[in-house]
């Protein structure tokens, strides 16, 4: 098992630095939000710090950590859970000690069905690790590279707490079926017939069209709570893997996508005019994955120092609004939690 390591240095320190070669981020596609936002804002700021930076596309967390642990870039951007479930599957001879620096982002892990079609995340937990011989198989189709190590997380923490969801997963009582390059919002489509249910990795942005697809169906799609005591007890350097959160789907007024998309903490269910307010599901969040065989201890500092920042990420953005309300929210979750 590789170790993973939360590196946290006071966002204050100031450190200029020519860099005789500029390091290289590895993000994700073209389109996607760590190579439009997250990337281009570190590299700014690692270049107002005299640090060249250079943003390389890739196809998502799972990449990311391979460059990373080869050496081929710098850094690479990542889901927290992903990161978990890639460094701490088997013996990886190219991996070493991983610092994963701050938290830029939330990431939503969302599960989407056909209304009454029955299968939610805790019936599902409940019927496949209870009984020997499900009714049925469970069909589930995983979108996205980046959820390839997010389902990796969840699968491994049920499997070592539930020894007869392995049987059943093993037995192919749970089926998962990679979308491959076919968009969430097109496998939909297929809900009831080849899956009964989709998962992908989503920011809580409220106008994206995966998820605006499923508010827009007029009830026939709807999307699964998900809620696990094994999943929120993961930690790195006592910090969770996982906050469960409900993630308000009904925008209070105007054209805010995030600010009124967060309840803190977890409010009561409910419905407007039969439509589906709110979601009870697994937040994780956004780090920098760096190796440090790969920079030296300078360089380390300021970009520790970068992704820190409070300010790293332009309030006009939805990675902006929804860091901003995300760390709000986990202040607000930690000071219940203390009292």
Known sequence: MNKVVLLVIASGLSVSIAAANPITISASTEDGLYTRVICPSLAKALQAKRIEAVCK????????FERVAKGEVTAGLMQKDALYGLATQGDNPEAHNYIALGSLTPEAIWMVALNGAKVTFNSFVKEYSENSVPKRPLVIGVAGDSLS???LT?????????????????????????????????????????????????????????????????????????????????SFSNQPIYREV????????????????WNVLMGKKQKVDGKQKSVHTLVTETTLLINPASVDG???SVLSSVVNSNHLLSKNTVAGTASLWWQKLKKASEELTSN
């Open 57 to 64: 596309t890739s196809t998502g967390s799972g990449q990311n």
């Open 298 to 300: 300078k360089t380390m």
């Open 149 to 151: 190590g997010s389902y």
């Open 246 to 261: 409900d993630i308000h789907l009904q925008k209070k007024s105007g054209n805010d996508r995030i600010t009124n998309a």
């Open 154 to 234: 969840m699968t491994q923490t049920m499997v070592n707490s539930l020894p007869s969801l392995k049987k059943n997963i093993e037995a192919g009582y749970v089926k998962l079926i990679s979308l491959n390059n076919i968009p969430p919002n097109v496998a939909y489509y297929q809900l009831g017939d080849k899956l009964d249910a989709v998962m992908f990795v989503q920011m809580p942005d409220l106008k994206h069209e995966r998820i605006q697809d499923v508010l827009n169906s007029n009830g026939k799609y709807v999307f699964l709570d998900i809620s696990s005591p094994q999943l929120t007890q993961l």
